[in-house]
């Protein structure tokens, strides 16, 4: 055994030292790492628990009421035939809650199924060559019932087209503009006060689409910003919550909104409102044949038949 230095020694003891400190260090690291994981899974569990129990009211609330209205409505037909008396104002009254209470429902379905598609990946893209005027007045269309039973106006403002011989034409996924521009408009109306307006803005700028949808509602402070788009995340959370929602809106809205390379912002005022506002860059995807989305809906036209 070859005998070795005090030295020699102190230098052996010194490496083995420090190789310790090392593990020690990465060790702290790697632990620090876990709890921090833990807490992030631990406020995930708890966001998704929220969010169960916040979209099983969603859903069960408007079926209930579809399900009593519908109820009610039968019973008046029934006892209009049998006294042969109709109150048309009844029957409309009715036909136009079941119809809220259902758009509501569809819409939150909707989005929990594009929700689903999103975490599974398995969203894929429809390109067409797209109307943007009339997608974008077709969906707001939609919406109209649901603004004027909050007494909001919905004004629509449109410039795709810079001149008279350019069409306002876009290659896009149509119904991945839809859904974004649903849920803002849904968001805008849905935190809107009682006899407010709602402005929804579109136009064409090089080769890039910018829509925004502006309201005059709750607003919100600067840091709300950053979390609206988590999903399941919230600004009002509880019984105490005063408007509908469930947390995935606005994280579809993003992640889609992502998914067609383009980017989405919010400018805020607490008490004042909100700007939302998106740039879509056009698709360089090839169409197959002559694709062409007026509304949402794709038309083949071929080119040999005559119509």
Known sequence: MKDITDAELIEEL????????????DLRMMTK????????????????????????????????????????????AVKAVVTNKLNPEDIAAMAKLIHEEAF???????????????????????????????????????????????????????????????????????????VILANLLSNAI???????????RVWKESNELRLTVKDHGVGMDERDRIVIFDRFKQLETGSTKTHKGHGLGLSITKAIVELLNGEITVASTKGKGSIFSLTI????????????????NEFLFDEEKEF
């Open 14 to 25: 010194r490496k083995r030292f420090q190789e310790k400190e090392r593990a020690l260090y």
């Open 33 to 76: 790492k876990l709890e921090s994981l833990n807490k992030k899974l631990q406020e995930s569990e708890s966001l998704k628990s929220n969010f169960l129990s916040n979209i099983k009211n969603e859903i069960n609330n408007p079926l209930t009421s579809i399900l009593g209205l519908s109820e009610q409505l039968i019973k008046k």
């Open 104 to 178: 509501g429902l569809d819409f939150q379905l909707r989005n929990i199924f594009i929700a689903a598609e999103l975490e599974a990946g398995e969203t894929n893209l429809g390109i067409s060559t797209i109307d943007c005027l009339s997608l974008v007045n077709t969906t707001i269309e939609t919406f109209k019932s649901m603004a004027e039973g909050k007494g909001i106006t919905l004004n629509f403002i449109h410039e795709c087209s810079n001149g008279e011989d350019e069409e306002p034409f876009f290659k896009t996924d149509p119904e991945k503009l839809q």
């Open 190 to 200: 849905e935190f809107s006060g009682e006899g407010t307006e709602v402005e929804a």
């Open 281 to 296: 860059p056009e698709s360089n995807i090839e169409v197959s044949g002559d694709t062409f989305s007026a509304n949402g």
